[in-house]
């Protein structure tokens, strides 16, 4: 998902595709029977980046909309998609202005965050058919992480202290949550207290040097224009100590079971 404010993502939009670890693989088939998808309607997908939902939900609707104020994540969106999606650059808070017409099912994945949540749950009930529904989708850790495939873990903490060390200052740097959980934010609303579905996350995720690299520069923290003239030396200081923790440049990544928030109109 992109910001509000474009500038971290530009340079971002490239690599997300690669770098984000998926969803479960049971994301679709349980929207889709949780909430009778079965190929009519229309879906939505607010703050879309490179339309990673839009394009997992496809073929469970008419057509698809993706939202983002970022022309780069759009312009990826456009080339991963299939050429009936359409790709609408605004923020969550002009839809109004946007005219984007009713939906039966508009998602925010990892991108509800960004948002006037409030203002913004209050326009997609109004833009929702009746038994319409909003999905918030993210990555939530596990209560049991499952026992991993046999490589290394991602070495997280030996990556922040080095990004500690450039231009950004690292993870923590950027964050935009308040202290109200999606959950108390959509219960406040007319959509009432939301349903919530927890969806095993993907075990058997095997990621290169490459893909974390791509990872990291898929963010707003450390998106390659935040590291300037820096960016070859973070680059060979982060692939020297991957390959001395894993010599066959193999990890494993965990990114957690998948959250589905639900509330219906």
């Known amino acids: 998902m992109s910001s509000p404010s474009s500038s971290p993502y530009r340079e971002a939009a490239a690599y997300y595709a690669r770098g984000r670890p998926p969803y479960s693989d049971r994301l679709v088939p349980a929207l889709a029977e949780r909430l009778g998808l079965d190929g009519a309607g229309r879906m939505l ?64 994945g990892q991108s509800y965050h960004w948002t006037d949540r409030p203002l913004v749950t209050d326009l997609v009930y109004d833009m929702l058919t009746p038994g319409g529904a909003i999905a918030v989708v993210n990555h939530v850790q596990a209560a049991s992480p499952p026992p991993g495939p ?15 060390r450039f231009p950004g200052g690292g993870r923590g740097s950027l964050s935009t949550r308040s202290a109200h959980r999606h959950e108390d934010v959509l219960a406040a609303s007319r959509f009432g207290p939301p349903e919530r579905l927890v969806l095993p996350g993907r075990a058997d995720l095997i990621r290169t040097a490459d893909d974390i690299l791509a990872n990291l520069y898929s963010t707003s923290f450390a998106a390659p224009d935040v590291f300037g003239a820096r960016r070859a030396e973070f680059e060979d200081t982060l692939l020297a100590m991957l390959a001395r923790v894993s010599p066959d440049g193999r990890f494993w990544e965990f990114p957690g079971d998948t959250e589905v928030l639900l509330g219906l109109r």
């Open 45 to 108: 997908d607010v703050g879309c980046g490179p339309g990673v939902l839009a394009r997992m939900l496809a073929g469970r609707f008419a057509s698809v909309v993706g939202l983002d104020p970022e022309p780069a994540m759009l312009a990826e969106a456009a080339r991963l998609s299939d050429p009936s999606a359409r790709w609408v650059r605004g923020r969550a808070e002009d839809i109004p202005a946007l005219d984007l017409g009713t939906f039966r099912l508009v998602t925010f």
């Open 150 to 164: 046999g490589a290394p873990p991602i070495p997280l903490e030996e990556i922040d202290a080095i990004l500690a």
